[in-house]
């Protein structure tokens, strides 16, 4: 899809502001926020706590309006959730009364998929996250790890073309982790999705992205963007290798050395 620019981006954010209200003046979370994300991109998003990285996701999902600037999906703006864009947040919200089938499938009922067809893809996506032996239990009776993955198999399940993803894997033991990096990576490549991943993970941010996009605080910016030039598929070679190692160090210098922002207004 070509935009006004004429690029071929999939999401766009062009001079984002976003600015929040506080007693009596206002706090600004995003200033200036630009960024292209090409059509089947992987891009990582990292930086410190607070910078606004779930709240530039946001913006992408339709959940919160700019203050100024725009946000742009396949060139047009962004004016609230939808079908093509499926989200993992940060705080994954299962509902409680369902089973980890029924809550997999809900999207693909408001979706109005026919019950065969959502019980199939409800099925793949809960063995894909290894859930199977619980797909009949209730979020209560799971783990925080199992929770997470039951929220991640629910926005695989409706296979959306634009994947935004805030920290989905924060909580999950380092084996899992690992695996569903490995999985996320099959799926994407496979089906030519399109990725904005946040993370907390300089390794998983590295491993995962074409693009590593490190954000600035107070107030939140893009600080640097650092090429991910490393072949897909990635694997434990990869993972092992001094070119990674060395992006990876980076990537760390730059989100955990920044130089000091200028004085906040
Ligand atoms: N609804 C809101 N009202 C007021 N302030 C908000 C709101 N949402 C976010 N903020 C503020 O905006 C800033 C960015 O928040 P955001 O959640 O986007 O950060 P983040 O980079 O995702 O942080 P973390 O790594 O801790 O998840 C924070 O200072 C936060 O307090
Ligand atoms: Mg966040």
Redesign the pocket.
Known sequence: MTNGTGMNNKISFQGVVKT?P?KGTD?T?LDGVSLDIADQEFVTVV?P????????MSMAAGLEAPTSGRVLVDGRPVTGPGPDRGVIF?QYALFPWLTVRQNVEFGLKLASVPAEERHRRADRAIALVGLDEFADALPKTLSGGMKQRCAIARAYAVDPQVLLMDEPFGALDALTRVQLQDQLLATWSREKRTVLFIT?DVDEAVYLASRVVVMAARP?RVHRIIDVDLPYPRTEDIRLSAEFRQIRNEVWTSVYHQQPAAPAA
């Open positions: 929040f506080m706090f979370a930086g706590s607070g910078c606004g990285k779930s709240t530039l940060q907390h939140g």
